[in-house]
């Protein structure tokens, strides 16, 4: 069963970041029990922010020593807190990755690392860029990596990662993303995924802000009697491999979109999933080549790299022949 979208997209901007800051100041207001670490990209006018101003007991700041922050809160979880960690996609995934993989992963501790300003959204340029962590934070034992799609399923996320056991990576963006979803009434589970939209001739898999992107490619196929059918793959680990099984089966064509290097990443996920099972269909990844990207808008990048609804539209439609 599909669920209510939008395609509204100059009316149906909001921020995954700003989204997750205001449900921790949420919860902690109704009294659930978490302490809060993060570098100096949190200030008190955040939603972040704004925990430290009324709840200055519970959080850590660990100005730029990322991989500080991430031992720091691994020795926390040890010491039976519930941890949320606040860090720069490309500082935690370039920075800190012994930490992480040793401090927390190895140890299996409970702590929540939210990733902002991930893919090309940093406005720092290639240096900033945080496109190569879905590849490292797959290789890693013991971690659930879960992407939102929009702002709202960023709320359904760390409310779902408060009750979830073991260590957590929420990957968002930088802020004012379209939004997916019309509402929140749809049922969210970690490690399955939703079918968004659906169709016959091929399907999209795609995670996070590419997921909108995914769904207005489609809207561009449909034009040409293409009937595509878009997965929110949200949670990359574990990855719902039925689903995938099943989009496999019933649509014999499958292509992958995402913010992320084409290598190592939700791409290569499916890949290995269809490798294994024995798929004859057509495939192919949609998603940053391997190179550093380009310096630009976000939106100017998807554009360069065939990533944004007409790049998507025509990518398939050579794939398909039409």
């Known amino acids: ?61 660990f100005g730029i020593a990322e991989a500080n922050q991430v031992g720091a809160s691994a020795g926390m979880a040890l010491a039976g807190e519930k941890v949320f960690g606040q860090w720069f996609g490309p500082f935690l995934s370039l920075r800190a990755t012994d ?47 879960v ?11 760390i409310r779902a990662a408060m009750t979830h056991v073991g260590p957590m990576v929420i990957r968002i963006a930088r802020g004012a993303e379209p939004n997916v979803y019309m509402d929140n009434d749809y049922e969210f589970e970690i490690g399955k995924a939703i079918e968004v939209k659906g169709g016959d001739d091929l399907t999209i898999i795609s995670a996070g802000s590419s997921v909108y992107w995914s769904m207005m490619g489609a809207k561009e196929l449909a034009k040409k009697g293409i009937n595509a059918r878009v997965i929110d793959m949200h949670t990359i680990k574990p990855l719902d491999v039925d689903m995938i099984k099943k989009c496999a089966q019933e649509t014999n064509c499958v292509v992958t979109v995402e913010e992320h290097s084409i290598n190592g990443g939700l791409g290569g996920a499916v890949a290995e999933v269809l490798s294994e099972t024995g798929f004859k269909g057509k495939f192919k990844r949609i998603g940053l080549p391997d190179q550093f990207a380009v310096l630009g808008d976000p939106m100017e990048v998807y554009k360069y790299y065939g990533m944004d609804p007409e790049g998507i539209a025509k990518t398939i439609s050579e794939l398909l022949g039409k």
């Open 1 to 61: 069963m599909t669920v209510k979208v939008t395609y509204d997209f100059d009316q149906m901007l909001s921020s995954a970041r700003d989204a997750a800051g205001e449900e921790l100041l949420k919860m902690a207001d109704e009294g659930l029990d978490f302490v809060l670490t993060y570098s100096d990209n949190i200030a008190p006018s955040t939603a972040s922010g704004r925990i430290l101003t009324k709840y200055p007991e519970r959080c850590f700041n």
């Open 99 to 145: 930490q992480l993989h040793t401090d927390i992963a190895y140890n299996d501790v409970d702590v929540k690392l939210i990733v902002t300003h991930s893919g090309v959204t940093a406005g720092g340029g290639p240096t900033h860029n945080c496109i190569a962590d879905l590849a490292i934070y797959r290789a890693i034992p013991n971690l659930t990596v």
């Open 147 to 157: 992407i939102p799609a929009d702002a709202g399923q960023c709320i359904k996320t």
